[in-house]
């Protein structure tokens, strides 16, 4: 069955270290989102793509990159993981078209201490 | 600028009573309307989408332009619907609203 997945599932770090988080989907999706959840603010969107070697900045995106070299994964980096960083973070994709459903992975809890 | 409200963050109810989740939002043009559901230690899924007028796990939504809202309604809350519910609207990406936590007591 197509999914999508995170990794890994809980990462603890310190203030300053890159720290990568993996997104992989299955379902041959060309649009792939990062998003982070935080008590009070719901979903933010840090990132988009809607496709190989496309990248979008999205309303949290300071402090996040990606990249897509690949339509499986959006490998979403923290170049100098801050504390204010600490949250859930949940990759989702979707495919093309106008508005569709979009699936999230299992999420990934990082904490930056 | 868009903006989507869900003014209530913790909605506590009993089993078998009605329940409404509020939904409003503030938008040019017309946005699609979704609610998304993420259950206990579970990843988010599609609720319901405005736009299929599908009935899920006894949950509706009406879009009202006039008020800009998108109500999530049950008559008949279960244990199992408790969960924390998004509003998000789309002319693009999907804009979440901050949540409402449902609770319903047995």
């Known amino acids: 069955d197509a999914e999508i997945t995170q990794s890994p599932r809980h990462k603890i770090t310190e203030t300053g270290r890159q720290v990568t988080l993996a997104c992989h989907q299955t379902w041959n999706h060309n649009n792939m989102f990062w998003y982070r959840q935080d008590l009070g603010h719901g979903l933010r969107l840090i990132h988009y793509s809607y496709g190989v070697q496309d990248t979008n900045k999205g309303e949290v995106s300071d402090g996040y990159s990606v990249s897509r070299s690949n339509t499986e994964d959006l490998p979403l980096t923290l170049e100098s993981a801050a504390s204010s960083q600490t949250s859930v973070y949940f990759c989702?994709?979707?495919?093309?078209?106008?508005?569709?459903?979009?699936?999230f992975g299992p999420g990934t809890r990082l904490t930056v201490l | 600028a868009q903006r989507v409200t869900q003014p209530e963050k913790l909605l506590s109810v009993f089993k078998g009573a009605p329940v409404e989740l509020k939904c409003n939002y503030s938008y040019s043009g017309s946005p699609e309307l979704f609610w998304y559901v993420q259950y206990s230690r579970q990843r988010l899924q599609l609720l319901l989408r405005?736009?299929s007028r599908e009935s899920i796990k006894g949950f509706t939504a009406d879009l009202n332009k006039g008020e800009t809202s998108f109500h999530l309604k049950k008559p008949f809350a279960q244990e199992e619907d408790s969960a924390m519910y998004y509003c998000a609207p789309s002319q693009g990406n999907l804009i979440f609203g901050k949540g409402t936590k449902l609770s319903v007591k047995p």
């Open positions: 405005h736009i």
């Open positions: 989702a994709s979707s495919e093309s078209g106008v508005r569709p459903e979009q699936f």
